[in-house]
T-cell receptor, first 106, second 114 residues
């Protein structure tokens, strides 16, 4: 069993829809990262969470340490949000989920 | 700040050749990582380092070596390249502890072994 599980693996939605991507992990962590990888490969960090909730523009990330679960939400989704979203947990090393491929259709 | 700089961006190797992927960060981060990403797959950890002089194996270390002689540099060495090492390689760095310690990635190095 992977230490980090993401769901869904693929998600296609219409522009404007509310998007939720889930991440569950099985180890004690010091932090959890949400990352975005666009076609062409570049990876950027969206959030780092150790507790609670963070918001940046239309993106919201939450974490429940007791339940070992995090969610990434996108409000009013737009085609430019189409990317692979990756959850990564950090103890000493970073362990990545396999990613969620999001496609937003105009 | 330049962030994390990886070179080369693209390289074609013949089977059995060796090469070094360079990674440099200018943020004084202690933690540095090398990952590979095969087509359509997730990131797999090759090696990581928690500080100068300290390295440790990740999930897929076979066929690779690393060194960390300085805080800034974390080169990845491929010895006797094999077609299975065709992949995209990412270097990353961060610090542990405290809020706001995000992770930074290099732009990736596309390696093809033929």
């Amino acid at each position: 069993k992977n230490e980090v599980e993401q769901s869904p693996q693929n998600l296609t939605a219409q522009e404007g829809e509310f998007i939720t991507i889930n991440c569950s992990y099985s180890v004690g962590i010091s932090a959890l990262h949400w990352l975005q990888q666009h076609p062409g490969g570049g990876i950027v960090s969206l959030f780092m969470l150790s507790s609670g909730k963070k918001k940046h523009g239309r993106l919201i990330a939450t974490i429940n340490i007791q339940e070992k679960h995090s969610s990434l939400h996108i409000t009013a989704s737009h085609p430019r949000d189409s990317a692979v979203y990756i959850c990564a947990v950090r103890v000493e090393k970073l362990t990545f989920g396999t990613g969620t491929r999001l496609t937003i259709i105009p | 700040n330049a962030g994390v700089t990886q070179t080369p961006k693209f390289r074609i190797l013949k089977i059995g050749q060796s090469m070094t992927l360079q990674c440099t960060q200018d943020m004084n981060h202690n933690y540095m990582y090398w990952y590979r990403q095969d087509p359509g797959m997730g990131l797999k950890l090759i090696y990581y380092s928690v500080g100068a002089g300290i390295t440790d194996k990740g999930e897929v270390p076979n066929g690779y070596n690393v060194s960390r002689s300085t805080t800034e540099d974390f080169p990845l060495r491929l010895e006797l390249a094999a077609p299975s090492q065709t992949s995209v390689y990412f270097c990353a760095s961060t610090n542990l502890g405290g809020d706001g310690n995000t992770i930074y990635f290099g732009e990736g190095s596309w390696l093809t072994v033929v």
